[in-house]
């Protein structure tokens, strides 16, 4: 400065001081795959732990094709082929055992539902369950929990059994790149059955020992639901097909075998989970395309009113959700918006009421590099709902504005490698 009797710093030298102050490591060894989806790697070898949790190959190695399956059908079909060759295996004494212990299950009819023994492709199925399938069901301490009480629950019950063989044969196809397609005929006869043994279990008295094996189940038939998604293109599924809300009716019945065998009670193992996905309200929140759906209606007492305003309870839900991101954290809360659905928004959605379906849109967006039975529906019944709303409500000029945000974000995704396709 003039006159401070200091010698002026050149412009270059003082821009290198600032960058040396600013300087940080800027990792270039992370694996291709984290590059391609533009995620942070943690450079874990040989497999980092976004590859994991994606379900690929981790690719250090330029001789691995990106975003390659890490348990594709060829690899299904190479465990299962082994372990049928080597009855007299290490594999034979746990077959063995859990067979056994399944018979003990004598709470369904055997005139109803016979029995069926385990052969080695299921007990390969249960070890890719508990290996991997398990630890994504939800956030990383849960899953843990899952990963501790499902398997020896289900040795003992033969309907979440069932369930976990199908399920675990829904996350193989996912890993195939075959999210989209029929059902394998495993995955859909263990879902036949274990759909038959939950509903004969709910049709009747509970007995004690059943109750945290029903909640168990009622999460991984949620799982199964959300991810149940045939199709060709978007026009296959909903709202341009008027049979595809299955999954949302089904936290209907979640919610009903909450109440029976609660996980609040004193001797549930899943007590400490209980209040994971409690609903939580939270006014807060940047402004939103919604904000006009946001407001209080009064009734005639001075109180608000859903009845009068049936965007309002799930406006206030979303609302806070749009700043968050989707990670170990606050999944709890994204997974809440569906698993408390309310009624006045149900119906929306019922009538393919434009606004509550974009709201959904923009919950999907939130949601669509999240878990393998979340991010394919998530992906296609977004963009569906985006090409539904693009035709049919072209007029809407706020709402074709609106509409950017989830086409541009759920395209993004697709192109990244999220959703099995």
């Known amino acids: 400065m003039p006159g401070n009797g200091k010698s002026p710093v050149p412009l270059a030298a003082a821009q290198l001081a600032c960058r040396k102050r600013k300087a940080h490591r800027k990792s270039r060894l992370g694996c291709r795959n984290c590059k391609l989806r533009r995620v942070k790697c943690d450079e874990k070898k040989p497999l980092c732990e976004k590859c994991l949790e994606f379900g690929v190959v981790c690719n250090y190695d330029p001789s691995i094709p990106d975003l390659q399956p890490r348990t594709g059908a ?34 369904l009819p055997l005139g109803i539902y016979p029995m069926k023994q385990m052969d080695y492709s299921d007990l390969a199925r249960l070890e890719r369950f508990q290996s991997h399938t398990v630890l994504t069901v939800g956030a990383k301490s849960t899953s843990l929990y899952f990963k501790n009480e499902l398997v020896p629950l289900a040795c003992s019950h033969l309907f979440l059994m069932h369930l976990i063989q199908s399920v675990t044969a829904a996350h193989d196809r996912f890993l195939s790149r075959a999210a989209t397609s029929k059902p394998s005929q495993s995955e859909a006869y263990h879902m036949s059955k274990a759909v038959r043994a939950f509903q004969y279990k709910l049709s ?15 999460a991984l038939l ?7 998604l045939e199709a060709s293109s978007v026009e296959d599924v ?3 097909v008027d049979d595809d809300l299955g999954w949302l009716k089904l936290s209907d019945g979640k919610k009903a075998v909450w109440k029976m065998v609660s996980p609040l009670r004193v001797d549930s193992i899943w007590q ?27 009734d005639s007492d001075g109180a608000p009113s859903t009845a009068l305003n049936p965007y309002r309870n799930t406006a206030q839900s979303l609302a806070p959700l749009l700043d968050l991101d989707y990670n170990d954290s606050t999944w709890p809360r994204f997974i809440s918006f569906i698993c408390y659905v309310d009624p006045y928004y149900k119906a929306l959605l019922e ?13 999907y967006v939130k949601v669509c590099r999240g878990p393998w039975w979340i991010c394919t529906r998530a992906i296609l019944q977004g963009q569906a709902i985006v090409a539904y709303l693009e035709r049919h409500c072209s007029d809407d000029t706020k709402l074709q504005e609106a509409i950017k945000y989830p086409r541009d974000e759920l395209a993004l995704a697709q192109k990244e490698g999220w959703g099995g396709f």
């Open 222 to 228: 949620g799982v199964s639901a959300f991810f149940g």
């Open 351 to 363: 009538i393919k009421d434009p606004w509550a379906m974009l709201m959904l849109a923009y919950w």
């Open 74 to 107: 060829a690899e299904v079909g190479r465990i299962e082929a082994t372990l049928q060759r080597s009855p007299t295996s290490s594999n034979r004494p746990i077959l063995e055992m859990i067979n056994a212990s399944l018979r003990e299950d004598t709470s």
């Open 204 to 218: 009747h008295p509970i007995r004690d020992e059943d109750g945290d094996a029903l909640l168990g189940a009622a």
């Open 238 to 240: 909903w709202p341009f």
């Open 272 to 298: 400490h989970l209980g209040n994971a996905i409690a609903p939580q309200m939270d006014r807060d929140h940047r402004p939103s395309v919604f904000d006009h759906l946001y407001c209080d209606d009064l």
